[in-house]
């Protein structure tokens, strides 16, 4: 194989070819991401977009309350699950290099999240997200925050291995949320081009929610002006 001098084996994909799948994946996905308007519409584009594409489930986790334009966030760090996703029994076939060949069946993967996680200064949730970077859950501290995360019966649930990873949502001024994308045990293992993957769908996702919700407070303040400016009664004709 050119890249690597070795022979691949024959009906596997090569490495160029799984590269092409990761470009046409990612091209469709912040297409999709894109078209949302609103913060839930682009939080939901990123789960349809990922599930099962890109991985068996994903939860989106968000600051509450989120921060809108330069705001400086009072009070501790809390993130709330805003939604998430698991494989869907209509599959979406955009982007479908990298879909599984088979549909599991229920797993472990349903009960992971919980509503609500304070991240404490200086705890390896904060550090995982202070790095910006997306992490497998199988480093040591990407490990020590899934706790923090999940709750304590959360982190039994993810698979072993580089079956998850965990990607901070930076906005344009700081993080305002994290999104963990799953596989589950019956499927191959994310690889490392796939952080990179995740990075691009973490950054278009962060930056929209961004704008939306900046354009969703600016609207709101036109609406209540508009209102002020209005007769308290009618003429009279």
Do not use: N, W
């Amino acid at each position: 194989e050119r890249r690597t001098g070795q022979v691949t084996a024959p009906g596997k994909p090569t490495p160029m070819r799984r590269d092409g799948d990761r470009l046409r994946f990612v091209g469709a996905a912040t297409r999709r991401i894109a078209r949302g308007i609103d913060l839930d519409e682009i939080v939901m584009g990123l789960c349809r977009a990922t599930v099962p594409t890109f991985s068996d489930a994903i939860l989106v986790y968000l600051r509450d309350p989120l921060p809108v334009g330069d705001e400086r966030p009072t009070g501790p760090l809390v993130l709330r699950l805003r939604r998430s996703d698991r494989i869907p029994a209509e599959r979406d076939t955009e982007g479908a290099g990298f879909a599984p060949l088979v549909q599991p069946e229920p797993s472990e993967l349903d009960s992971v999240g919980e509503e609500l996680c304070t991240v404490r200064p200086g705890s390896a949730l904060a550090e995982v997200l202070r790095g910006v970077r997306p992490v497998f859950t199988d480093a040591p501290a990407a490990r020590a925050a899934l706790p923090e995360l999940l709750g304590p019966d959360g982190e039994s649930a993810v698979p072993d291995g580089q079956r998850a990873i965990l990607a901070p949502l930076r906005g344009r001024r700081r993080v305002i949320g994290a999104a963990l994308f799953l596989r589950g045990p019956e499927r191959i293992p994310f690889e490392a081009d796939d952080l990179l993957v995740a990075a691009q769908l973490a950054t278009h996702s962060a930056l929209g929610i961004d704008k939306a919700v900046l354009y969703g407070r600016e609207a709101y303040i036109a609406d209540e002006l508009q209102r002020t400016m209005l007769p308290e009664h009618l003429p009279r004709c």
